[in-house]
């Protein structure tokens, strides 16, 4: 039964979607969704696990899709789109995770692009554009100078000039679709008091994000999607994280690792003292144990994939020592490393951990397969058990072995690649980032399985810079700042309090 708020209803919702359908062949991603912004201003946090619906209906609002069934009304009007621009003309714009913006123009050109640069009868007017552009970066708190070619601002700003580009068309309904995704914490504090500007200004967001926590910091209200319904919805007051998951996912949520403890050990299968890499780490010392779970904390920029690049072989150190399984270990490259049991998940899946034009199977025997002869062609004979026992163990969702894994969801990406290491049977996995971009219920999959291999006896060493993910999966956690380890952290030392006061370098 879907939880509503009866607050707002006697009032002409400033946007609502009512009773939305869409079907792909036999897939129905939307099956009588609804969708309610009840005043101009309001902030809506949109929530829901991959292949809930949320993008689908985010698409048909933006008129990119058009639905099977269903209605839009705005202000209590009913409209339809057929295409974006006609979305655009009634103040619906959307600004995706992935920038548009043409990088070798500038600011101005980005916001205006198209036809919409002031003109004179000589053509351009550039003194007036700069002008406008100045005056509504300025309207918005944004000290960027509009001259400025794009490719030289950081990515909050691309992201908030994006924003800035929706507005000047007069935005009345802005979706932000994983706008933090590629974000440093203070570029995320930036845009989501951007966005609580905004509203105070009478535009309303709808706001998608995996993260949490930033719904909760900027949201009034809160919907939920789950196979392709609205389960819930009200304000913001109403929820907590462990009422919003619940929700989302339509069962208990559980912290999993309050069970895992490490076993115990007499000789780490990981051992590395005092290994430096010039510009890169600093004298570091750590052990990871068979069954144990280390994390990295630290601010970006702190060491911490560098660290486990080097541990891959991709770095070589100048000084220190490393030993895996009590031998002496001395990569010159990933092949030797993983030649010597070592698998490594990056952080960015599509581009180092994922060949995406390829089938799952192919992506699964990837690490498995890399001594054999390329021209060699695999007989899917011998790489079926392989291939079955992963898509079981690992929970993938595909339609087949065969499925290319660009059309997989993110976490079910994210689990082809842990999978392809987890085939190797390795001594050791180093993961960097590994719930970046996937859902609650992909993250909580991803944990269990995570402990599940420690528990096995698989020493594991994983870099997060989300503090909570760390404190509720690892046994020990070391802590950087500039290269060096600062604090290594027990499970009843570490908390994130502890955890910030040393990755801000403080003894």
Known sequence: MVTKDTSTVHRVPALRLTGIRKSYGGVQALRGADLTIPTAGTVLGLCGENGCGKST?????????????????????????SRPQEAIRHGIVTVT??????????????????????????GIDWKRTMRDAHELLARFGMDIDPASPVRQLRPDQQQLVEIVRALSIDARVLILDEPTSSLTDDEVDALLDRVRG???????????????????????RIAVLRDGLLVSEGPIADYDETSLIEAMVGASHQTLAENHRVRPTADPV????EVTVPGVIEEISLDVAPGEIVGLAGLVGAGRSELLE???????PATGVVELGGAPFHPKGPRDAIGAGVGY???????????????????????STAW????????????????ADSMVSMQIKAVSPNTTVQTLSGGNQQKVVMGKWLAIRPQVLLLDEPTRGVDIGAKTEIHRLLIAAADDGLGILVSSSENP?????????????RGRIRAVLSRAEATESTIAHYAGGHE
């Open 310 to 316: 080097t541990v891959f072989g991709l770095h070589r």
């Open 372 to 387: 054999s002869r390329r021209a060699r062609r695999h007989r899917a004979k011998e790489e079926g058990p392989v291939v």
């Open 345 to 367: 998940v990056p952080a960015n899946r599509k581009e180092q951990g994922l060949v995406l034009g390829m089938s799952v199977r192919e992506n699964l025997v990837m690490a």
């Open 469 to 481: 993910e760390l404190l509720s999966i690892c046994d020990r956690i070391a802590v950087m700042f």
């Open 270 to 273: 990981l051992r590395i003292r």
């Open 198 to 220: 905004l509203a105070d200004g009478g535009v309303s967001t709808i706001f998608v994000s995996h993260r949490l926590e930033e719904v909760f910091r900027v949201a009034d």
């Open 97 to 122: 995770q992935e920038t548009t913006l043409a990088p070798e123009l500038t600011v101005a050109e980005n916001i205006y692009l198209g036809h919409r640069m002031a003109r004179t009868r000589f």
């Open 57 to 81: 209906l985010l698409r048909v609002l933006a008129g990119q899709v058009r639905p099977d069934a269903g209605r839009i009304d705005i202000d209590g009007e009913p409209v339809t789109f």
